[in-house]
Every structure is written in structure tokens, then in C-alpha cells.
């Protein structure tokens, strides 16, 4: 059985500054995000861009708990408060969202083309995977679901950016106000479901504990596997591998 190795204690300090920062690059782009998406969708009586832009004021909120997380001595102790805070901002973004576009479907309003909308969308396509990325690799390689999580709520808003960005130029282009409202419904379905995922812990690939093993009247520390881990998370930087049945580490090209 081949596993992850675990993080030096040198390197998980490394990497909780790393997540730090990243929270802040999360915060400062998604207050700018927040404040013109709130602006142009209300000038555009737009569901999807008000959606938009509470999942920015969410993200922030995330990142924030995330922060909190991470200012302590151990983290790990505040974790699991730190995903139920993020997923209960899930469920209030999919809430209000699927209301104001029900709202929308049902003659409460139609969507009006929105430059300044289309523009925020498309910045934030180009924007937020990169930093997800970057989020979800420091988080596996450190073992915190919080990280991990918070790296989800980033990668909600690219897909969030594509779907709105959608609707926007179809609405735009061909007068598909109704397509405005469904990105919002969209946007709060997927809200429900990353909530519900934080809400049971169930992110992918963070847990590189360690257990004690026995042998020769010495204990030592031996890792364990990662249960449930997704395809390609189990290696280390620069693919190294560790086996339990004492086989040689294994190199993967």
C-alpha cells in the first residue's frame, strides 16, 4: 500500500503562512468583486449578478474563518467550527439566490444588460483557478479540510463566473432574460451541494496522519493511508511515495 508522506514540521509552517496569504489574495479580490457585482445587479435588476456577489461577501467570510483557523496555535482544533461556518454561508447564499431568481421567473423582473457584469465574470474566470489551485495543493499537502474547503468555495466562483457569464451575453445578445434567473438557480444549486459537502467534512485528499507501529521494542512513527482521496492526490511533491509493507519509496514519473 503506497501513501502520502507527511509534512516536516518546518513544512507545515511553511505552508500554513502560504494559506495565510492566500486568504488574503481571496479577501482583497473578492471585496473588489463583491462591490461591483452587488452595484451592477442592482442597476440591472439581475439575480445572477446579486448571486455573484454574495458568493464573493461568502468567500470572504470564508476566508476570514479560514484566517481565524489558522492565528491559532493549532489549528486543527478550530477546524471543524471552520467548515461549519462555511458550510452554513453556503446554504444562506443558496437561499437568497434561489429565491430572488424565482422572483425574477415569476415577473418580478427582468435583467438588463450589464457591461460592468460581463467584464467582473470574465476577470474572475481568469482569476480564481489559479488561485484555487494554489489553495487545494497547500491544503492537501497539510492535510486541512478547512484549506481544502476554502479552496472549493474559490472554485465555486469560477464556475459561478462561467455560468453568469453566460447568461449575461444571452441575455445581452438575444434578449434570454430567463436566462439570467436559471444562472441563478444554477449558482444556488451548486451553493447547496458544496455547503452540504463542508458540512459532513467530506473534501478530498487532506489527511496525511501518522499512527505508532511496533517493532523491534521501539515504537515508530508509520503513515497512514488517505481514505478517499481523489486520483493523483496521493504523491508527495515530486512524486514520491511511501509503502507500508516496508518496500523501497517509489518514484512516479
Not at 476566508?63 to 467548515?83: C, G, N, V, Y
Not at 454561508?89 to 427582468?110: H, M, N, Q, W, Y
Not at 478547512?146 to 447568461?167: E, F, N, P, R, W
Request: proline residues 4%; glycine residues 10%.
Amino acid at each position: 500500500m503506497t501513501v502520502r508522506l507527511a509534512p516536516t514540521p518546518a513544512r507545515r509552517a511553511v505552508l500554513s503562512r502560504r494559506i495565510r496569504l492566500f486568504a488574503v489574495a481571496t479577501i482583497t479580490y473578492n471585496v473588489v468583486e463583491a462591490i461591483v457585482a452587488l452595484w451592477a445587479g442592482g442597476v440591472a435588476d439581475s439575480s445572477a449578478l446579486i448571486g455573484f456577489g454574495l458568493d464573493s461577501v461568502i468567500e470572504v467570510a470564508s476566508a476570514l474563518a479560514l484566517s481565524w483557523q489558522f492565528s491559532a496555535k493549532d489549528p486543527e482544533r478550530r477546524e471543524h467550527l471552520t467548515l461549519r461556518m462555511i458550510a452554513v454561508s453556503f446554504f444562506a447564499l443558496a437561499a437568497f439566490v434561489a429565491t430572488d431568481a424565482i422572483r425574477s421567473l415569476t415577473g418580478g423582473g427582468e435583467a438588463q444588460h450589464s457591461t460592468p457584469g460581463i467584464v467582473i465574470a470574465a476577470l474572475s474566470l481568469a482569476i480564481m483557478p489559479v488561485l484555487s489551485w494554489l489553495q487545494r495543493r497547500a491544503g492537501r499537502e497539510l492535510g486541512s479540510r478547512t484549506a481544502v474547503a476554502d479552496s472549493k468555495q474559490t472554485l465555486l466562483c469560477t464556475y459561478l463566473s462561467a455560468v453568469l457569464l453566460i447568461g449575461l451575453v444571452l441575455n445581452s445578445t438575444l434578449g434570454w432574460w430567463w436566462a439570467d434567473a436559471g444562472a441563478g438557480l444554477v449558482i444556488a444549486v451548486v451553493a447547496v451541494r458544496e455547503g452540504i459537502s463542508a458540512w459532513r467534512g467530506d473534501v478530498c485528499c487532506t489527511v496525511p496522519h501518522t499512527v505508532e507501529a511496533t517493532g523491534a521494542g521501539k515504537s515508530r512513527p508509520e503513515p497512514t493511508s488517505a481514505v478517499g482521496c481523489c486520483e493523483g492526490c496521493g504523491s508527495v511533491p515530486g512524486g514520491q511515495t511511501v509503502s507500508l509493507n516496508g518496500a523501497a519509496p517509489e518514484q512516479h514519473a
